[in-house]
């Protein structure tokens, strides 16, 4: 017996990024993920992350190549089918975006705006269903006693979990999420992982988050998506990796700090090092 079709949340198919006539900043990357799948895209700064997560919210143009999100041919649509794709996928920053002098409560309600017609000014100009919801985001979030704080009050670990509280005011079907603890600490980090994985599994949301750190990938990523000058250089599940599996990854997607300590083991050793560029994302 055949397993049941199931069509992809995301579909690239050959996707190719040029900037200029010198920047190649993705290469013909192919990247299938089905519904409910939690991928990480592995790989160091300047290695085409970003380019990609931008590619599948309509925020880029491919030089060459397809994709598909939803059933969508994103980089075909404009105005409202546009539009309307992007309300079903959620996007997260690195620096949050929120509005720092606004209220954190406003600023969850800002998600919904999409489903609004025109901007709103103050919190009485929300209807209070939304704002009702709103506030259950929050509480989802662990943050619903800070929905009259002004936004900029908050610690950063706090100020991305109203960002999640804001992406999930769209009822998205993706989330994508750009890099989105780099700026926050180790234990942060962790707390703000845990919850976009809790929030997806109770949702059954499809994500797709970019990251610099291989150990928090595989802690958390159902699938590892390595990305390497723009090239798909790993794609394998995260859970089960043996400890060689885990090395295999470091030295295909390895963060400046590995490649320094490689540097310094070898020099230790006394070994030649490998030529400096290979050192340079
Ligand atoms: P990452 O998210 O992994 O740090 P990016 O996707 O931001 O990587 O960048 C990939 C490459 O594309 C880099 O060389 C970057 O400088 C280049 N790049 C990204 N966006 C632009 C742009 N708008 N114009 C020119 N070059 C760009």
């Known amino acids: 017996m055949t397993a049941p079709h199931t069509s992809p949340v995301i ?12 920047t190649t900043a993705l290469s013909a990357v192919d990247l299938r993920v089905d519904r409910g799948e939690i991928v990480v895209l592995l790989g160091l700064s300047g290695s085409g992350k970003s380019t990609l997560l931008r590619h599948i919210n309509g925020l880029e143009t491919p030089t060459a190549g397809s994709v598909e999100v939803l059933g969508e041919p994103v980089s075909r649509l404009s105005g409202a089918r546009l ?5 079903r996928v959620g996007f997260i920053f690195q620096q949050f975006e929120l ?8 600023n969850v309600l800002s998600g919904a705006l999409g489903a609004l017609r025109g901007p709103r000014l103050g919190l009485f100009s929300y209807p209070g269903a939304l704002k009702r919801k709103a506030l259950g985001h929050l ?14 009050t908050l610690s950063g670990g706090q100020q991305q979990r109203v960002a999640i509280a804001r992406a999930l005011m769209q009822d998205p079907e993706v989330l994508l999420a750009d890099e989105p603890v780099a700026s926050l600490d180790p234990e942060s980090s962790s707390q703000v992982m845990a919850l976009i994985r809790e929030i997806a599994a109770a949702d059954g ?8 750190q291989v ?3 595989i802690s958390w990523a159902d699938r590892i998506v390595g990305l390497r000058h723009g090239a798909v250089v790993l794609d394998t599940p995260a859970d089960g990796l043996s400890r060689a599996e885990v090395m295999e990854i470091y030295g295909r997607v390895a963060t400046p700090t590995d490649e320094l300590e490689a540097v310094d083991r070898e020099l230790r050793a006394g070994l030649q090092p490998r030529a400096q560029e290979e050192f340079v994302s």
Do not use: P
């Open 205 to 212: 949301l499809t994500v797709v988050c970019s990251l610099h």
């Open 99 to 106: 509005v720092g002098e606004l209220t954190v409560l406003e």
């Open 139 to 152: 509480d989802r979030v662990g943050l619903l006693d800070r929905a009259y704080q002004r936004a900029d």
């Open 215 to 217: 150990d928090l990938a």
């Open 83 to 87: 539009r309307g794709l992007r309300s």
């Open 11 to 22: 579909e690239i198919s050959d996707l190719t990024k040029r900037y200029g006539e010198s």
